[in-house]
């Protein structure tokens, strides 16, 4: 790879497209003509607002995002949407989760302080290595919404079907598949997406949501954690995270021009076939999900043994790649393997993985 750089199997923050990295290093001193860089501009200069205006028209051009949904550019990252969702879109303090792994433990958690939560289908009894039928949910009638985290960053698992939510809001935690295919965002009252794992920079969330849920009744609310604040002020409430909406309107013209959703879904799906295709016949890694349900973006795998992974991570670090160790909570292996990373990194790190079986096991 190019300026050193390595193959990088963070799962977030995580490997921007290179292409865009090179421009942004181009403009970084002086953003077209405008003698200062995009971090030290104004918000509320016509220079950034042009900046602001096309990240937001790409990623609806790149989504489809239907005309009555409003396109948000949060700060506080993915974590403030856990408390922003239920604050915001519990009218009668019921709402449905699907627990699936880590980040949609974390939501429960959150949303429990607000009101009352009902864990309509669970992955739990299996070590969250599966996503639960939802074709057919327990949902109470005042239930304000059903919520689900689409990909486990985590645990490695995502939704190809989405839950039959009977007629309620659907709210979906996209952080670590946020364009990586094609979604029908007509199908769900609110997308958000932590920007680090798929896009760009750390600390920011993009929040996709149906303009009827925006409430006026919310006074006693942090004003920063309405989303009526954000979308009466075009996201512009008080300074943005600039940088992020810069870097990231960067990779919505990257994807426009190289494909849209649909291309990328069909290079993550050959990408991830080349790693799963591996695990399937080796007889030293093993995948630790369920086929189906098995994420294009986050791919943990163990060894025979937990010294065995500590050992297979250091090796791979002294061999040029980065990041493969699995998540603090769950042990093992992971390869994080988003937009950015080419086919060649994947295929790079499965002969690493060969050669390694081949001398160990
Ligand atoms: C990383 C992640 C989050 C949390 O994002 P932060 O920006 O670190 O708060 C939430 N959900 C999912 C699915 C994630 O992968």
């Known amino acids: 790879m190019k300026y050193g750089r390595t193959y990088n199997f963070s ?14 290093a181009a403009e970084v001193l002086n953003y077209r003509g405008s003698g200062m860089s995009v971090m030290e501009m104004s918000h ?15 990623l609806r051009t790149l989504m489809g995002v239907p005309d009555n949904y409003k396109v948000l550019f949060i700060q506080g990252g993915g974590t403030v949407q856990f408390s922003m969702v239920p604050l915001n879109l519990m009218k009668n303090g019921v709402a449905c989760y699907v627990e699936t792994g880590a980040w949609s433990k974390k939501a429960i958690n959150e949303a429990k302080k607000m009101g009352e939560v009902k864990i309509v289908a669970s992955s739990a009894d299996k070590n969250f290595s599966y996503v639960p039928d939802c074709s057919d949910l327990d949902i109470p009638d005042n239930a304000d919404y059903v919520y689900i985290c689409e990909n486990e960053t985590i645990n490695g698992t995502t939704f190809f ?18 364009l990586s295919r094609p979604c029908d965002v007509s199908k769900y009252g609110l997308i958000w997406a932590g920007v680090q794992k798929n896009v ?14 925006i409430r006026d009744d919310l006074d006693k609310l942090p004003i920063y954690l309405n989303y009526k604040t954000h979308a009466d002020n ?8 600039c940088w992020a909406i810069y870097c990231c309107g960067k990779v919505f013209k990257y994807l426009i021009k190289n494909g849209g959703l649909e291309a990328m879904a069909k290079r993550n799906e050959e990408k991830a076939a080349v790693l799963y295709d591996f695990l399937d016949q080796s007889k030293f890694f ?3 999900v369920r086929k189906e349900d098995r994420s294009l973006m986050n791919v943990p795998f163990v060894s025979p043994s937990k010294e065995q992974d500590a050992d297979v991570v250091a090796a791979s670090k002294a061999a040029g790649f980065d990041n493969l160790k699995g998540h603090k909570s769950v042990g093992g292996l992971r390869a994080s393997i988003y937009n950015a990373m080419p086919k060649e990194g994947v295929e790079a790190l499965v ?3 060969k050669k390694y079986e081949a001398e160990h096991a």
């Open 11 to 24: 799962a977030g923050p995580a490997m921007m497209p290179e292409e865009v990295l090179e421009e942004i």
């Open 161 to 178: 079907n989405l839950p039959n939510t009977k007629g309620k809001i659907l709210v979906s935690d996209q952080s670590s598949m946020f």
């Open 44 to 58: 509320r200069s016509q220079v950034f607002q042009q900046i602001a205006d096309e990240a937001e028209a790409d």
């Open 200 to 213: 760009g920079p750390a600390g920011m969330a993009v929040v996709i949501i149906r303009d009827d849920l």
């Open 351 to 353: 002969d690493f993985l």
């Open 286 to 288: 093993t995948g630790a």
């Open 234 to 241: 075009d996201s512009m409430y008080n300074t943005p995270n």
